[in-house]
């Protein structure tokens, strides 16, 4: 059984950073063809924030989030890190951490249906 665990989530000020991660288990090869973080926040749409492909060459941000956050591996590629700096108000959502291991995960525009594995989700949270 699959699990996806995410942690790091809290409250800060804006302008301040967190650091989430996500740490796989129950699954080790062939690697996840693509990993991900997503966010939802309240009435809004769970949408895509940053994503990496299985040889952990090529990322994927949002342009919402674009050179603020950095999304990392680690380890056997089955634990996803990202880092958000800058944090404003605007990116207070629920954090989950998604997994693929479907052969065409990585294709643009990513969506959920490309991920088959899914965190319970972190809550962040900014605001002065």
């Known amino acids: 059984l699959v699990e996806l665990v995410e942690s790091g989530g809290g409250s800060v000020q804006p302008g301040g950073s967190l650091r989430l991660s996500c740490v796989a288990s129950g699954y080790s090869y062939p690697p996840f063809t693509c990993m991900g973080w997503f966010r939802q926040a309240p009435d809004k749409e769970r949408e895509v924030v940053a994503a990496i492909n299985s040889a952990g060459d090529t990322t994927y941000y949002s342009d919402s989030v674009k050179g603020r956050f950095t999304i990392s591996q680690a380890g056997a590629k089955t634990n996803l890190y990202l880092q958000m700096n800058s944090l404003k108000p605007e990116d207070t959502a629920m954090y989950y951490c998604?997994?693929?291991?479907?052969?065409?995960?990585?294709?643009?525009?990513?969506?959920?249906?490309?991920?088959?594995?899914w965190g319970q989700g972190t809550q962040v949270t900014v605001s002065s």
């Open positions: 998604a997994a693929s291991n479907f052969l065409d995960c990585w294709r643009h525009p990513l969506q959920m249906s490309h991920f088959n594995f």
